[in-house]
């Protein structure tokens, strides 16, 4: 969803089959978006938030979108994660050129946004992904951003996120997660794909150890 081509911004989306390989139109957003994140809902919805004043909805039952209130900072490139209550956690972004801090959740029922303590490291395109153990970890990014004036500066931290303030955790650059409370929780690990511009941005997902290595090795044989 969104984009940006020859004219500018775009509101366009489009959906991909994988059993066709064909990408098909998927409706409008209400507003045209260059630097916008997703993250898919419980029940399917696919909510769409950063770089405009408004969030949107994208129902696939339907093939159309609805705006929905949007964060109270409207950054652009926000990390954001789908909690295991159903709510969305978005962090950090940029705005008026620089990296933000600042965290806020989003109630799927109400269309609502409440804040969420903040970053202790400000930071803009942060992988984020929620664990095993229900914590969120977010890492990468960069302090400033693609078409920001600056340097291109990574964050050296990662940190997670819990529902207690009490409970957050900053790890050092360096510093792995370790299995426990403030950790990964057993059987799951954090995998890093990607970067840019020295490992600024980073993919992430949560797999299982033994899985992952099982599809490895049938790829390889």
């Known amino acids: 969803a969104g984009g940006f081509d020859a004219s500018g911004a775009l509101a366009t989306a489009e959906r991909y089959d994988p059993t066709t390989g064909r990408w098909s139109p998927a409706g409008t957003m209400s507003?045209?978006?260059l630097l916008a994140v997703a993250t898919v809902l419980r029940g399917g919805d696919?909510?769409?938030v950063g770089d405009g004043?408004?969030?949107d909805r994208y129902d696939p039952a339907t093939n159309s979108w609805r705006a929905t209130d949007g964060m109270?900072?409207?950054p652009v490139l926000p990390g954001v994660v789908t909690l295991a209550d159903g709510e969305v956690l978005a962090v950090g972004?940029?705005?008026a050129g620089h990296a933000l801090a600042t965290a806020e959740r989003y109630d799927p029922a109400t269309g609502a946004w409440t804040s969420?303590?903040?970053l202790t490291t400000a930071r803009a395109g942060a992988a984020v992904v929620v664990l095993p153990n229900g914590q969120v970890l977010v890492t990468g990014g960069v302090v400033e951003g693609p078409g920001v004036s600056g340097s291109l500066t990574t964050p050296t931290s990662s940190e997670l996120y819990t529902t207690n303030a009490a409970d957050q955790v900053v790890l050092p650059a360096g510093t792995p997660p370790v299995p426990g409370p403030g950790g990964l929780g057993a059987g799951g690990y954090a995998l890093l794909f990607g970067s840019l511009a020295g490992a600024a941005?980073?993919?992430l997902a949560?797999?299982?150890v033994v899985g992952y290595r099982r599809r490895h090795r049938a790829r390889r044989a």
């Open 201 to 203: 941005l980073l993919g």
């Open 53 to 55: 004043n408004a969030a």
């Open 93 to 95: 972004g940029q705005t």
């Open 206 to 208: 949560v797999a299982n």
């Open 31 to 33: 507003v045209p978006r």
């Open 72 to 74: 109270a900072t409207a």
């Open 46 to 48: 696919v909510l769409v």
């Open 116 to 118: 969420a303590g903040s």
